[in-house]
C-alpha cells in the first residue's frame, strides 16, 4: 500500500493525480472551483505526457473528464436555480409549504370581509396592500363591539386574486392579526404580526415585523 501511493506521488507527471482529486472535488464540495482546477492541471498533465512520453495520461484524461463532467452540471444546476419563479423553492414545494413561519396554526373557519377602509389611516391614499389589513382589523372591531372578547376571535380572511399579489395569508388568531407576504426569491417569508390590545373599549393596533413605512402608518397605531 505505502509503495503503490509512493508510486502515485512521486512520478515525473504529478499534474496527473492532482487533476484527478481535483475532478473528484468537483462533483462532491467544490463544483466550480474544482471542475476548473481538474481542467487546468488536466490539460496541463495530458500535454507533458503526451509531449515527453511520461506516465499519467490516463490520469489526466480522468480528471480533464471529471471535471468537464462536473462544471457542466454545476452550470446546468445553478440555471436551473436561476430560472426558478419566485414562488417554487429548489426542493419542488410551493414557497408557501417550505415559508418561515413564525407562530403557530390554528383552524379558523374561512369567511369573506367587506372591504371597508378604517378611518385611522391619515394617508391621502391607502396602499393596495394594505387594504384586506384593514378590513380585517374593521371586521375585528366589529366583533369586539358587539361583545366578542378578542382572544374568542379567530379568522381565516379568503384573498382576492389581486390582493394576493402582495399576500399569502391573512387570518386572525385568537384577536391577534398575522399577515404573511409572498416569498422572496429564495422561498422565504416572514410573517407580520399585528396584535391587537383593548383600550377600553376601542381596539388598538401594534405591528411586530418589518412593513414598508407606508403600510405601518396606514394598518398600526402610533
Not at 30 to 57: C, D
Amino acid at each position: 500500500m505505502k509503495s503503490l501511493f509512493a508510486k502515485f506521488w512521486n512520478q515525473d507527471n504529478l499534474f496527473a493525480p492532482i487533476s484527478m482529486i481535483c475532478g473528484l472535488a468537483a462533483w462532491t464540495i467544490l463544483p466550480f472551483i474544482g471542475a476548473m482546477a481538474a481542467i487546468f492541471t488536466g490539460h496541463i498533465a495530458y500535454a507533458k505526457a503526451k509531449r515527453l512520453r511520461v506516465s499519467g495520461k490516463g490520469a489526466a484524461l480522468t480528471g480533464l473528464i471529471m471535471g468537464y463532467s462536473g462544471l457542466a452540471l454545476a452550470t446546468v444546476l445553478l440555471g436551473v436555480w436561476l430560472a426558478l419563479p419566485p414562488e417554487i423553492s429548489l426542493l419542488g414545494r410551493s414557497a408557501q409549504d417550505t415559508a418561515v413561519t413564525q407562530t403557530a396554526t390554528a383552524p379558523p373557519q374561512a369567511t369573506h370581509l367587506p372591504a371597508n377602509k378604517p378611518q385611522r389611516t391619515l394617508l391621502n391614499e391607502i396602499p393596495p396592500a394594505a387594504e384586506p389589513i384593514l378590513a380585517v382589523q374593521a371586521w375585528v372591531e366589529e366583533q369586539v363591539k358587539q361583545g366578542t372578547p378578542l382572544n374568542q376571535i379567530d379568522l381565516n380572511y379568503v384573498l382576492s386574486e389581486e390582493q394576493k399579489r402582495y399576500w399569502q395569508r391573512i387570518e386572525v388568531q385568537q384577536g391577534t392579526l398575522i399577515a404573511t407576504p409572498l416569498p422572496d426569491k429564495h422561498g422565504l417569508a416572514v410573517q407580520v404580526m399585528i396584535l391587537s390590545v383593548l383600550n377600553g373599549k376601542k381596539v388598538e393596533w401594534a405591528c411586530v415585523g418589518q412593513l414598508p413605512t407606508v403600510i405601518q402608518q396606514a394598518i398600526c397605531d402610533g
